[in-house]
């Protein structure tokens, strides 16, 4: 055993991490208690998950200081390999990843002629689902969301047949903005800020895993 473990000072660190990770998990369950799940919530909500992680992940070093032992089984910098479970509708498959990715992107789009895009939409969706007549695509798109869902269906997701990739999970919303979105200035430091979902009504969410 470390001279140092078990001692009155890594006690007393251990208890000041443990305090202050409560504090913050009460923050968060009362601030997302409020929350409907609009999109100009998000932004908080990563925040608040931020300041969980890093205070777990802290708690978890105190205990090792004290015990030699870590409670939570969270990630740790500088594992070589992480377990990955990839699923599908029917059953799961455990892979090892080497090293993990996450894409991330977000198109702001205007709609510049909209019979255009939902004849488009209404020709992707007779293609995606089968025995589909131009009756049934014109009942079933109808607005602007509906033929870019359409459209994307339509279109595989490249990440599904990349050699060497494995598709932990995905998400993709289709939002209306509230206001005409800010473009990204370039400054590097706002980047992550700039792909952030924008306020504004959820109109459709898809998601993979």
Known sequence: MNADQFSPASADALRDSAARLAEVLQRYATATGSMAGQTNELE????????????????????????????????????????????????????????????????????????????????????????????????????????????????????????GIAVMHGLRLLIEPEDVPEQFDGDLENAAGAVLPPAGPLLIAESWG
């Open 44 to 163: 908080e909500i990563f925040a608040l998950n931020a300041q969980v992680s890093a205070l777990a992940a802290e708690l978890n070093d105190k205990a090792f200081d004290h015990t030699g032992t870590l409670p939570l089984p969270l990630d740790l910098e500088g594992n070589a390999h992480h377990h990955v479970e990839e699923s599908d509708d029917d059953e799961g498959e455990t892979v090892e990843a080497e090293s993990l990715l996450s894409s991330v992107s977000r198109w702001n789009l205007a709609v510049t002629d909209l019979d255009q895009l939902l004849a488009a939409g209404r020709e992707a969706h007779r293609q995606t689902v089968a025995g589909a007549t131009a009756q049934d695509a014109a009942l079933e798109i109808t607005e602007a969301a509906d033929a870019v869902h359409a459209i994307l269906e339509a279109r595989p997701e490249p990440w599904f047949e990349i050699p």
